[in-house]
């Protein structure tokens, strides 16, 4: 028996993983519970195509050759151009018998950024005035007849912010729909 040694199994490291889970759940329940999304988040006022009927009854009438209608025309009163292009910002509305300018922006490279905040803001602030203007006008011509529905129109270079500021005018206008038109640089 002198020729066993007995080894020393050493010390046996043990992971507690009870209290770790038991953690993890209560910082889970707690960030569950405490989560309060705002009611209007993310909600926003769309043009969509009505529901209608299908032009084919069954599958075997679809006419594979034939190019689907991609242009659904809502009609809208205003049409409310945005060019963005380079350091330029240029806003015009237009309706079936005039354009009107709204303003433009040069230069926007060469701001501070609270500089450009507050061009922007007051270009976005011509811009509601012109289309509550105009939209009072319509209603006082046709109480009944008038649309509150506008498009906008921007090309692809647009920033998003601005794209958004621009649906934020139009809806503080008072228009209850702000749809989107092509881009006019699309087939570019």
């Known amino acids: 028996m002198a020729g066993i040694k007995k080894t020393d ?7 507690p993983i009870v209290p770790m889970l038991d953690m993890s759940f209560q910082l889970l329940f707690f960030f569950i519970i405490t989560f309060n999304p705002g009611k209007l988040d993310g909600q926003m ?11 084919a009854k069954d599958q075997s009438q679809v006419d594979m050759t034939k190019q ?8 809208s009163d205003f049409v409310v151009a945005v060019k963005s292009y380079e350091s330029n910002l240029t806003l015009t509305v237009r309706d079936s018998e005039k354009v009107y300018e709204v303003g433009k922006i040069e230069g926007l490279d060469r701001k501070t950024r609270d500089d450009q ?9 011509r811009l509601t005035a012109l289309l509550k203007e105009k939209l ?19 090309n692809s270079a647009m920033r998003y912010s601005t794209l958004v500021a621009v649906m934020d005018a139009c809806l503080k206008a008072g228009y209850q729909q702000v749809g989107f038109a ?6 570019q």
């Open 9 to 15: 199994p050493g010390i046996e490291v043990a992971l």
């Open 45 to 55: 006022t769309m043009n969509l195509p009505a529901t209608g009927e299908a032009k």
């Open 68 to 75: 689907s209608d991609t242009e659904l025309e809502i009609p």
């Open 117 to 125: 905040h507050k061009a922007i803001e007051d270009l976005m602030g």
């Open 136 to 154: 009072e006008e319509k209603k006082k011509d046709n109480p009944g007849k008038a649309a509150d529905n506008v498009k906008i129109e921007a």
């Open 182 to 187: 092509p881009p006019p640089d699309a087939a």
